[in-house]
């Protein structure tokens, strides 16, 4: 049975103020099967759980929102926020989009069924391989500055296809972004655009916008609207523009996270590490996912500005496509008493819970899973360390406070994984194996599962 963090005293230790993910029944559904525990025995270390219903979901709510303001749009999903392939497989078959930005990513999407037409490739300074797979297969190509857009039309005219691009605008409220065209950049680019149009199709604007502001958001996409306008008048076809991502996951409550942020302390914490609230993820946000995109789109008119001039929205979610989609289960190898609170040692590292790699932490709380029927006991607060020989190893630095005492053999879920956790920083340092992926089927009155695997496995 799934055992929450408790605000109880914990070993005279008020620990750190919890923070729980919000409620989820499916998740708990399957955490209470006993399922985890035999995946834990079969596969032998950590592993991550995958629920690819989500992620349809996820998606299918973005495109009802672009549906009801009347826009036309297109949902991408940014590959870099999960590498598993089960969602290729998922765009694949829906004829969804796919975000991607190495020759590594691109192959992946295409062996998985993803058409080129359906893949927007980003990132900056491409590499010349990237750029001749992007043209040939008719991907729609982000161009990021004036010496990209001439190694993209050199491709373009060696293969003899025209090259579809967007012109990625330089934030002027991030102007130290190392993305994208300042405004003289930009004349020029049009220009070129205009004279080569043998071997590229300019179809429209992006930038890469840091945050979640939706504000901010609507504003640039209003001006990409009026830049569209402007290099229609050179004769460039200019119909869409990309908003990129920066729709976030609300995990916890805001009860909570408010108590979290205002309470929150060194002490809290094993050794007394401290990180500033600023760093942190803004792990509740009262508008998030499909809802902040409704903000968006609804800011300084920017439906009917998209609707009367004509432009496509484009956007490339990553974390929010993954919302709830996936979960990370850690087994405990050991447990030791340290001065009113304790250290819990799972059988894997802080590399397989990516926030560390932002010199942060991955707050929302883990539950428990008791081996064995649990019996009554105290309530017990603890960090989590990984197996490997590093202090600096800890895949939750606080205290977090349990209902009673972890065990040898019990399992740690952490929830709400999927978006950029799971594998933006793994290593299979000191030689333990990296956390399999393993898909859940939870369709109809059974729950099945398989390892997630890659076209040519």
């Keep these: 049975m799934a055992v929450t963090p408790t605000s109880a005293a914990a070993g005279g230790f008020a620990g750190a103020p919890p923070l729980p993910a919000h409620p989820d029944p499916q998740l708990d559904a399957v955490l209470n099967s006993g399922l985890p525990h035999e995946l834990s025995y079969a596969l032998g270390g950590p592993f991550h759980l995958l629920l690819p219903e989500r992620f349809d979901a996820n998606a299918a709510a973005f495109e009802d929102v672009l549906r009801e303001a009347g826009v036309e749009g297109r949902v991408y999903y940014a590959k ?6 089960v ?3 998922r765009c694949a078959l829906s004829g969804r989009g796919v975000d991607v930005a190495s020759a590594g990513e691109l192959r992946d999407a295409l062996g998985h069924g993803v058409r080129g037409e359906d893949v927007v490739v980003t990132g900056p300074a491409k590499a010349e391989g990237l750029l001749r797979v992007a043209v040939l297969q008719g991907c729609l190509i982000a161009v990021d500055a004036l010496d990209e857009l001439e190694s993209v039309l050199a491709q373009a ?11 990625r605008r330089l934030p ?5 972004s190392r993305f994208g065209f300042d405004d003289g950049e930009l004349e020029a680019a049009l220009a070129r655009c205009a004279q080569a149009k043998d071997a590229v199709v300019m179809e429209g604007f992006s930038f890469h916008l840091s945050g979640y502001d939706p504000s901010l958001r609507a504003e640039l996409a209003g001006e990409l609207v009026e ?13 869409r523009i990309s908003i990129g991502g920066g729709f976030a996951v609300d995990y916890t409550d805001a009860g909570h996270w408010e108590r ?9 914490y094993h050794a007394g590490k401290s990180f500033a609230s600023g760093d942190f993820y803004p792990y509740h946000s009262p508008v998030a996912g499909p809802d902040a995109l409704r903000t968006v789109l609804a800011a300084d008119g920017l439906a009917g500005r998209l609707r009367e001039a004509g432009v496509m929205l484009l956007l490339e979610p990553g974390r929010a496509l993954l919302d709830r989609a996936g979960c990370t289960v850690f087994r405990v190898q050991g447990v030791k008493d340290r001065g009113g609170y304790g250290i819990v040692t799972v059988d894997g590292s802080s590399l397989s819970l990516s926030e560390q790699w932002f010199n942060s932490e991955y707050l929302p709380d883990p539950v428990l899973l008791p081996a064995h029927e649990p019996q009554a006991g105290e309530p017990y ?16 630095w606080r205290k977090v406070r349990f209902p009673i005492r972890p065990a040898v053999g019990d399992l740690l879920v952490y929830p709400n994984t999927a978006g950029y956790q799971m594998d933006s920083n793994e290593s299979p340092f000191h030689e333990l194996p990296l956390p399999p992926k393993v898909v859940l089927d939870t369709a109809g009155s059974t729950t099945r599962w398989r390892l997630d695997r890659h076209p040519l496995a």
Excluded: I, Y
């Design 80 to 85: 870099k926020a999960n590498k598993a392939a």
């Design 87 to 89: 969602w290729m497989d």
């Design 157 to 167: 005219r060696a293969v003899a296809r025209p090259a579809r691009v967007l012109l």
């Design 172 to 176: 002027p409220a991030q102007p130290h």
């Design 227 to 239: 830049l569209c306008l402007k290099a229609r008048v050179m004769g460039l076809r200019a119909d």
């Design 260 to 268: 979290f942020l205002r309470e929150q302390r060194p002490e809290h």
């Design 381 to 396: 607060a603890a960090c989590v360390g990984g197996a490997t020989c590093l202090e600096s190893d800890m895949v939750t």
